[in-house]
């Protein structure tokens, strides 16, 4: 296994000015990660995503350092202002910038919001498998794999993202494991990443404190799908099972990246040094 970290690890030190894009390279670099993950990216006025792609990629070159996947938002159940095939469309665009930026992988979120009225994750089944098929279809001709994550509540638990591989039936398409955001939807993580393992494509190490929702709600904390409140912390501090989490990936067979995500409130840096201090423990302890 190996180490990466999300660029959303940095975003907060982006939004304030004190990095860029380019900078986290070299910063993710000189941490000692092995790649860097990124997201959507904030492509600056007058150039087009594609043109940014190609500078962040030499900047990763000129580093030394890999891009390990690129993460973009998605809706695949209201669509390009409800148009499904827009969306799709739109997504395989991305796996262009993927495939500049040199990532391998691209992850796709499903829907950000819970459908209205009587819809449920079954009911909507063939239209997600519709669009993942056609999207790692593509991808799969560029020589890059696609997967989703446990992100977004509607699409978070361990059994519904389980479901949606399994249907989609692509070889291609997997899952991307965020051992944090299982408890989002109330899940306990051990046993949903046991659950969703042997289809990991990738895996974002994150960890959380939890209150429970009898109690005020704490400042910073976010309400979850079961009614207790959650929040981010640097990995190792919270509740999080993760070595246990990354035995269990590690039994069936994963050795691919063990991505830092870190959502602390916590300082920035201190949180990402502490991340790749633990994972770097977690690599040596299982070999």
């Not at 009587?118 to 669009?131: D, E, M, S």
């Not at 050795?255 to 977690?282: H, M, Q, S, V």
Request: glycine fraction near 10%; charged fraction near 25%.
């Amino acid at each position: 296994m190996k180490s990466a970290v999300s660029a959303w690890s940095f975003q907060r030190l982006i939004s304030e000015g004190k990095h860029t894009h380019f900078s986290i390279i070299e910063k993710a670099k000189e941490y000692g990660f092995e790649a860097i993950e990124f997201i959507d990216l904030y492509v600056p006025e007058g150039k087009t995503e594609l043109e940014f792609a190609k500078e962040i990629k030499a900047e990763a070159d000129r580093v030394g350092i890999e891009i390990s996947c690129y993460a973009v938002y998605a809706d695949l159940l209201n669509g390009c202002d409800g148009d499904i095939d827009k969306e799709i469309e739109r997504l395989c665009r991305k796996v262009d910038i993927a495939e500049v930026l040199g990532a391998k992988l691209l992850r796709h979120d499903i829907t950000p919001h819970p459908p209205k009225g009587y819809l449920g994750y079954t009911n909507l089944l063939p239209r997600f498998v519709k669009a993942a098929r056609a999207i790692t279809e593509y991808a799969e001709a560029k020589g890059i794999r696609t997967c989703t994550e446990n992100h977004g509540f509607f699409s978070q638990d361990s059994e519904r993202i389980v479901s949606l591989v399994n249907a989609t039936e692509r070889e291609n398409f997997g899952l991307l494991v965020d051992i944090g955001n299982f408890m989002g939807a109330g899940e306990e993580p051990a046993v949903a990443v046991g659950r969703c393992a042997t289809y990991a494509f990738n895996v974002h190490l994150k960890d959380n404190l939890i209150k429970s929702g009898n109690e005020e709600q704490p400042e910073g904390f976010h309400l979850n799908r079961i009614g207790n409140y959650v929040r981010g912390t640097v990995l190792g501090h919270g509740v999080v099972p993760i070595m246990q989490c990354v035995k269990a990936l590690k039994r069936v067979g994963y050795d691919g990246y063990l991505t830092l995500e870190f959502e602390g409130l916590e300082d920035c840096e201190f949180g990402i040094k502490a991340g790749l201090t633990y994972i770097n423990k977690i690599i040596k302890a299982l070999g």
